[in-house]
């Protein structure tokens, strides 16, 4: 029923409420020379210490405008943090408590793989008319290669906005490496399905055929995220049976047959405001996204029944410890720094200001 908070996904830390009070006076001594950025599908110990918390979007975009702070922790996975380092002055420092917190999804692509499917595309249509997407999900050489052929960087904020910004550019779309983000926004869009076409990789020409690239509008890589593409359509048919009047809200990365079944599909941010905004006491929604946001939800609306469709956990996202922050901020003048290869950054940046150009 509403008003019953669902138990935590994972053990709390020990010392956690030692370590946040630690953070927080250190955040006191640094004051504004000190911001700390954190992802929604932080802890929740972790995520109450960010000065600033959002999706990668909008941590991106308060990388870009921090004006007084010099040091950036930023606590997320490895592709938001260089993107972040990317973004922010030269006389900035970014920091990651976790070097070892990856991503999956963003190992599905690499940039030879990448440079062989677009040669290949070379060979069938004019690339000029091809407009390269990467998902944020991705490495950095990924979004320079983006940058460097006029391409931009997409998010799940601002997806359909990618899509008007690419076709009033180009002919075709190249989106990697997330295939169902790249299809839930293309169904969207009203992108007739013979012109959504699937690239493997793997495959010569993506294992298709040359009449194929040449009629698609919108050419996905075959990558998924690991997270979301657990949830199916039994499970919301299941949270509708159990709990009469429910919502369901997926996250757009679930496969079209989840988002079709769904009541609405968005971006974490979406899913904040959705709980935060739109919902009244005594309301429920069942949600398709990481287990530890969908807790902190819950935690925090009492009032609201906040569920997950299935508890589905980031490893990766659930490195970070409040211990790991800690450690950080207590020898951060000797933390190795997040830095990008220059011409790297150079072309990467392209395609990240591209997409901050792209209001989510």
């Known amino acids: 029923m509403a008003g019953t908070v669902m138990p ?3 053990r709390v830390e020990e010392d956690e409420a030692e370590n946040i009070e630690r953070i927080r006076q250190i955040k006191a001594e640094r004051g504004d020379s000190l911001i700390i950025l954190a992802h929604h599908y932080q802890r929740l110990g972790v995520h109450a210490c960010g000065d600033v918390t959002g999706d990668s979007y909008a941590l991106c975009k308060a990388a870009a405008n921090t004006d007084k702070a010099r040091d950036i922790v930023f606590c997320g996975v490895r592709f938001m943090v260089t993107s972040a380092a990317v973004l922010c002055r030269d006389d900035q420092i970014v920091y990651h408590p976790d070097r070892n917190a990856g991503c999956p ?14 040669k290949e595309l070379g060979e ?3 690339t000029k008319a091809v407009v390269p997407v990467v998902y944020m999900n991705s490495d950095l050489d990924l979004k320079a290669f983006c940058g460097e052929r006029g391409g931009i960087v997409c998010t799940s904020s601002n997806a359909g906005k990618v899509f008007d910004w690419c076709f009033e550019r180009g002919e075709k779309i190249f989106f990697f490496p997330d295939e169902h983000l790249g299809r839930n926004t ?10 959504i076409v699937l690239w493997d990789p ?5 294992g298709l055929s040359h009449e194929q ?3 698609a509008k919108v050419i996905l890589w075959k990558g998924y995220c690991h997270v979301h593409t657990r949830f199916s359509v039994e499970m919301i048919e299941k949270a509708r049976a159990e709990h009469e009047g429910i919502k369901v809200i997926v996250h757009p990365e679930c496969t079209e047959e989840t988002v ?25 929604v069942a949600i398709g996204t990481e287990v530890n946001m969908i807790h902190r939800l819950a935690v925090q609306h009492p009032d609201k029944l906040v569920i997950p469709l299935v508890r589905s956990l980031c ?16 020898n951060l003048d000797t933390w190795e720094p997040v830095k990008a290869e220059p011409n790297e950054k150079r072309f990467a940046r392209v395609a990240l200001d591209n997409m901050l150009s792209c209001a989510g």
Do not use: H
């Open 202 to 206: 793997k495959l010569p020409f993506g």
């Open 260 to 284: 079709a079944a769904a009541d609405y599909s968005g971006s974490t941010g979406f899913i904040q405001d959705y709980v935060i905004n739109r919902m009244k006491p005594g309301d429920k």
């Open 315 to 330: 490893p990766n996202m659930f490195k970070i410890s409040t211990g790991d922050l800690r450690d950080c901020l207590e």
């Open 213 to 215: 690239i040449r009629n």
């Open 124 to 126: 069938v249509v004019d």
């Open 186 to 195: 293309a169904n969207k869009y009203g992108i007739k399905r013979e012109q």
């Open 105 to 118: 999804m963003a190992d599905m692509a690499n940039l030879p793989q990448v440079l062989t499917s677009w």
């Open 8 to 10: 935590s996904p994972i």
